[in-house]
């Protein structure tokens, strides 16, 4: 099946750079003996799991999820070993105990101490890590904060470790600013870590990462494990700060042309909001890609500047490159969409339409949505 034959709009992965974004960070992250626990909440799919944990060097050590219904399915597919990564609440321990019962290794993580005295008093308590917060300001407590003690003591047996999350390396624009942003990561870490093990608490796991400071952390030394996520498929954000280039972005949305305006440079399509998502992240990077960039069928730039600059709920508005020769779209032509934030875009998808270079599809890989 060719990619002009698929209904649209829907998402095509580039098998080949998938493994070739895979073995950028399998090389970076084995270059300091550290385990990497990839991170599914991108690509929601046990077909890109599987590349994932049998790239060459890549040490892992499990993955990480988002949700308690990627970790069910990634169970059913037989992987046991599982970090996920929200703060749990009590009433979802029943469901981790039940996960677990069915010979899981579901790891979950708290920041609270009441959270901490329901977890070592449920009779199938998880093995809980402590969230630690290195700069980003959403989850996780501060590595000097008295609550790590307690929160320690609260699960007692339960303790597995800790780790932390610098979501805030997406202000970076350097790679000067990525490393220094995983050195402030690691030491936060390191702090927690060893503030534990000096009040005679085993601290196992130490754990860390995001894209941007796994790939250009100067040094992990004291970390056991890293993750990472959005750096297989990437997108217009990781692109711009510098975690890949622009021909690393593994996911477009397929679109076809539904209207033209020909006097204005404009074409409508059938991606908008809800294919596309409506995340302006690269707003506030050095280049503002609107809702996406425009590309051939192929996925090349081969439209130059082409962008959409408006997302309705079903329909695209993109403003073709003033700088070119038109392209003479036509009603039922297709074009792709690289998206800003492919976590949030692939969102309303289930399932990946693969290729691998060229314009014929060799697979569909189905994701898992919802919690």
């Not at 969230?131 to 959403?138: F, L, P």
């Not at 392209?327 to 998808?349: E, W, Y």
């Not at 314009?359 to 994701?367: H, N």
Request: charged share 20%; hydrophobic share 40%.
């Amino acid at each position: 099946m060719k990619l002009s034959a698929l209904p649209t709009p829907c998402l095509v992965l580039d098998r080949g750079i998938l493994a070739r974004n895979l073995d950028t960070m399998a090389r970076a992250v084995a270059r300091h003996s550290t385990a990497l626990r990839p991170h599914m909440k991108t690509a929601k799919s046990i077909d890109v799991a599987r590349m994932a944990l049998g790239t060459p060097l890549a040490q892992t050590a499990g993955i990480t999820v988002s949700t308690l219904a990627e970790a069910e399915y990634f169970l059913s597919h037989g992987i046991t070993d599982q970090l996920y990564a929200v703060g749990i609440t009590p009433q979802k321990l029943e469901r981790v105990a039940e996960l677990n019962g069915t010979a899981g290794d579901i790891k979950i993580i708290t920041d609270d101490p009441d959270v901490a005295t329901a977890i070592a008093a449920h009779p199938a308590g998880a093995r809980t890590l402590i969230e630690i917060d290195c700069g980003e300001g959403r989850g996780g407590i501060g590595p000097d904060s008295p609550a790590v003690l307690e929160i320690a003591s609260r699960l007692g047996p339960r303790l597995a470790g800790i780790m932390t999350h610098a979501g805030h390396s997406y202000s970076g624009r350097s790679i000067a600013d990525m490393a220094a942003i995983a050195e402030t990561e690691r030491q936060g870490a390191i702090i927690a870590a060893e503030r534990l093990r000096a009040a005679g608490h085993a601290c196992p796991i130490v754990s860390m990462g995001s894209s941007p400071t796994a790939l250009y952390a100067g040094s992990l030394a004291g970390i056991t494990e890293v993750r990472a996520g959005v750096y297989m498929l990437g997108d217009l954000f990781q692109a711009e700060i510098g975690t890949h280039g622009p021909a690393d972005i593994a996911v477009t949305v397929l679109t076809s042309v539904i209207g033209r305006r020909p006097a204005e440079r404009r074409i409508v399509v059938d991606a908008g909001g809800i294919a596309l998502s409506k995340d302006r992240s690269t707003e506030s990077a050095p280049h503002d890609w609107g809702f996406g960039h425009a590309r051939d069928i192929m996925g090349e730039p081969t439209l130059g500047h082409a962008l959409v600059k408006r997302a309705n709920q079903e329909h695209g508005i993109i403003d073709l490159d003033p700088t070119l020769p038109d392209p003479g779209f036509r009603i039922g032509d297709k074009l792709r969409i690289a998206p800003n934030h492919v976590c949030m875009t692939s969102a309303a998808h289930d399932r990946y339409f693969v290729v691998d270079g060229s314009d014929e599809v060799i697979a569909v890989w189905r994701r898992i949505n919802g919690w």
